[in-house]
């Protein structure tokens, strides 16, 4: 966003602060149990995402890649897919791949979910695909690498930036074997030290506390600023 407003409004850059997004992950999570009985889903067993049928988000892709897993009959790779935040399909593109590729049984749609219940999917499953082409920010991917779990994504956007190099990066986000190839190694990125390292790091960055922190000297910076014009 910086950046955007650098090259489009032409401002001198100290002029232009960044103040991160604070994430507050909910305290409580709903019973997984429930939720693998409701959507028929085994713990640390499917790949989670939240999207929407937003051509941005790139939901297709993730489509193709079950394809690809269902295809070459991958062992030790998760065959189900669940998405959060897709309301009606109502003949959508979306749709019409899934029939296609007879992926019925393989991409779980729970609708809208609640906090609880996010994280309750985002905990419990085996890794967190989030491959959007354009984010201001990309808030479910944070959110997924702050309770420790193996997030693959673009490098589109803000979402390398926010990510702050704990995801793994598919340089070709709309090819389906890309996708593949990193599904199949993220294990070699991710380990117990890395992830409490990444999960240390990013909580001190989102800490709701210093973003009203950095808001209350820019407000005082301004305001002093304004006085000394008097």
Not at 34 to 51: A, M, V
Not at 156 to 163: D, I, K, P, R, S
Not at 173 to 179: G, L
Request: net charge positive; glycine share 4%; with cysteine.
């Amino acid at each position: 966003t910086k950046n955007d407003i650098l090259r489009n409004f032409r401002v001198d850059e100290n002029r232009v602060k960044v103040v991160y997004n604070p994430i507050i992950l909910p305290s409580n999570t709903a019973d997984f149990e429930r939720l693998s009985r409701r959507f028929s889903i085994e713990r640390k067993n499917y790949f989670y995402t939240i999207s929407s049928l937003l051509p941005h988000k790139n939901t297709e892709v993730l489509v193709k890649l079950m394809g690809l897993i269902k295809q070459k009959q991958l062992k030790n790779v998760p065959n189900k897919l669940v998405i959060s935040g897709v309301g009606k399909l109502n003949g959508s593109s979306l749709e019409r791949l899934i029939h296609d590729l007879k992926l019925n049984d393989q991409i779980v749609f729970t609708g809208f979910v609640t906090e609880e219940e996010k994280r309750s999917l985002m905990e419990n499953c085996c890794c967190f695909l989030f491959p959007s082409l354009f984010e201001g920010f990309g808030m479910p991917a944070v959110e997924a690498l702050m309770l420790g779990v193996p997030v693959i994504t673009t490098k589109e956007g803000a979402l390398e930036e926010v990510t702050m190099d704990c995801a793994v990066y598919v340089d070709s986000p709309r090819d389906e074997y890309r996708w593949l190839d990193k599904v199949c190694g993220t294990q070699e990125k991710y380990c117990p030290v890395t992830i409490s390292k990444c999960v240390v790091e990013l909580a001190k960055r989102y800490n709701p506390n210093l973003s009203a922190q950095m808001y209350l000297k820019i407000f005082s910076d301004v305001a002093l600023r304004e006085l000394k014009q008097q």
